[in-house]
């Protein structure tokens, strides 16, 4: 037999990444950081950033940068997801991202996320990959 059966499971890892778009969207912080492992990993993006300078992610959720989530409400923040795969306890997103700058200017840009769930239903790390440059 080619292919597999999709488990339960899937959809509730698909539903995890679902509520983590859905709450930055909202720009609600603290139901965002709900759905993560206190000691999760944060690498938004992949890299060297502003954000962080080495590029070795933020572990441990309150040392997350207060950036983004909490401004996205007031920004229009929008993700179009356009594929998913799920293996094991892993979902990748393919989004295109839309919001604007705080002079009010559009931008759109291509993103993929990585998102890990741990073993009580909680992400336990983000990888986003994307630039905001040329």
Do not use: C
Not at 25 to 52: F, H, K, N
Not at 107 to 128: D, H, K, P, Y
Request: hydrophobic share 40%; glycine share 12%.
């Amino acid at each position: 037999m080619i292919g597999r059966r999709w488990e339960t499971s899937d959809a509730q890892y698909s539903e995890l990444a679902d509520a983590s778009m859905r709450a930055a969207v909202a720009g609600d912080r603290e139901a965002w950081l709900a759905l993560y492992a206190e000691d999760a990993v944060l690498e938004d993006p992949v890299g060297p950033s502003m954000w962080d300078v080495e590029g070795k992610g933020h572990r441990g959720k309150q040392r997350w940068p207060r950036s983004g989530i909490g401004l996205s409400a007031n920004r229009g923040l929008e993700f179009e997801l356009r594929e998913r795969y799920v293996g094991g306890n892993e979902v990748a997103n393919v989004l295109t991202v839309r919001s604007a700058l705080a002079d009010g200017q559009k931008i759109e840009f291509g993103m993929v996320t990585v998102m890990r769930s741990n073993a009580q239903g909680l992400i336990q790390s983000l990888r986003a990959f994307w630039n905001s440059g040329p």
